[in-house]
């Protein structure tokens, strides 16, 4: 749940940051940007910031916005309809992201799950992402991803999105959105 | 055909505007841009320049760079191997950019077609894309599009990238990149 004082405050610092790393928004773009705390309630440590440019059957093309150190948490993206699961590229734009998958887990990780939710993070392979640097999730993989103390601006390509469809490792995360009136 | 010396001040060229566009590349980025004159050698007045972040067998992203007035000529992507054709979402991020598609013409279009070329140019309904505006391309849909007195830059989203399936109106378009040695 996100209060309206919240949400407001979110959709404020995701136009600066975007404003920051150069990407311009047309107003009504402006006007629809996503807050997503993933009904934890603890929006500046597990949330994200979207604005969606395109969603077709086809593919997608998104901004996300992440304050300092917050995370996105760990999920995975399953067939849907006989369709492969959605593929993503993570582009960072601005700022620092580290990104965690399957695999040989680092020995000093760069980034820690929020406080509280340790038990709900399995993957610990880092993948660093500076400016400029990228990285494409193969569908079904589980990943979950943390902005560095300055907080990252990051372009995601992809197929279709259809963010109901993803499963999170946490029981606790909905992924619909939720303002108080 | 494009020769050495206008290759390479194409490519430094190119990385001034993304430059300008606040868009980072990583260094192999840098050194891999593609530069297409579609055989017609004029790459000023008929071109492009363009870095492919992505293109799996699903999606793709590019950016594309267009130097003052400099036109993609009117083409379409066809059906491939019983797959749609191509669908492109071109998002203007810094400049102007003139899209002409089927449609109504505009009584006083903004670009022109280059000169020589004027009977290879059937589509004139204008969209114009200032930053932050973007226009989806429907496969199938033939298009072509002009950069602004300043050029541009254009991040295009699509379905899978086959440059080699395109069918442009002009008969004398060859696709291929060719760098003279």
Redesign the interface.
Known sequence: MVTQNEFNEAVGLTREYLQR??????PQ?RDRIEVADFGLGELKKTGLEIVT??N?D????KELVMFPRQTCPEHLHPPVDGE?GK?E?F?C?WGVVYLYVRGEPVKEPKAAPPAGSEDHYEVFHEVVLN????Y?IIPGTPHWFQAGSQGAVV?E???RSRDEFDIFTDPRIKRAPEVEE
Not at 58 to 61: K, L, N, T
């Open positions: 790393a150069g990407i311009v928004l047309t773009e440019y395109v077709t086809r593919c997608c093309a492969p593929e590229t582009r734009r400016p400029g640097e990228q494409t372009s390509f992809s197929t």
